[in-house]
């Protein structure tokens, strides 16, 4: 049973433009959610987290849009960048657990 | 970067032998998870530790056991290794949920 989805295995986007990587959860006990990016042959590394308070967190080119009634939150990357090329990984957790549910990854890959 | 590292960062084994995979961190982190990544599944919970000694499954926890017996080291082992325990294995700390670093992985190969 996937808790956490996303449905894009991969995305490609020219440089410059928005990169909109989408994901859904199924349990609605969850109330804290996150992005991870990974390069290849490296750990993920957090970049974003928004509370189930809010709709939107915005850090820099990264936003983070949630949709409660939904399910869904996505991760909105502007311009896109080169270096943005890699595999994002959305997760999800219920207030006091301090476990994260992972949701299969998305690879993104920006063309020049 | 949070000072975690892993070792061996590589390793062949053979199918029935047991194996041991090392997190080390230097951050006196008091929460430690070891993952393993497979395509499809992205990153999937094995075992957990909120402290010395304090440990719990995650979701793919047959097979593996772990043990803390300090702060710093947290041990998963495959007592005996099986083909479909070949994957990349990730260590995490953290002190809160949305803080969770990850070590640089452990490819395992079982053949």
């Known amino acids: 049973d996937q808790q956490v989805k996303q449905n894009s295995p991969s995305l490609s986007v020219q440089e410059g433009r928005i990169s909109i990587l989408n994901c859904d959860y ?87 | 970067d949070a000072g975690i590292t892993q070792s061996p960062r590589h390793k062949v084994t053979e199918t029935g032998t047991p194996v041991t995979l090392r ?38 926890s047959d097979g593996y056991s772990v043990s803390r017996s300090k702060t710093e080291d947290f041990l998963l082992t495959l007592e005996s290794a099986t083909s479909s325990q070949t994957s990349v294995y990730f260590c995490a700390i953290s002190e809160s949920i949305d803080e969770q670093y990850f070590g640089p992985g452990t490819r395992l190969t079982v053949t």
């Not at chain 1, 991870?36 to 970049?47: D, H, I, Q, R």
């Not at chain 2, 919970?45 to 979701?59: A, C, M, R, W």
């Open chain 1, 26 to 112: 199924t349990n609605s006990m969850f109330d804290y959610f996150l992005w991870y990016k990974k390069y290849p042959a490296e750990g993920p590394t957090f970049l974003i987290s928004i509370s189930s308070i809010k709709d939107k967190n915005e850090d820099g080119r990264f936003t983070v849009f949630l949709n409660k009634s939904a399910k869904h939150l996505s991760l909105h990357i502007v311009p896109s960048q080169p270096g943005d090329s890699a595999v994002y990984f959305c997760a999800a957790s219920v207030e006091g657990a301090q476990k994260l549910v992972f949701g299969q990854g998305t690879r993104l890959t920006i063309n020049p």
């Open chain 2, 23 to 60: 997190c080390h961190q230097t951050e006196n982190h008091r929460y430690m998870y070891w993952y393993r990544q497979d395509p499809g599944h992205g990153l999937r919970l094995i075992h957990y530790s909120y402290g010395v000694k304090d440990t719990d499954k995650g979701e793919v």
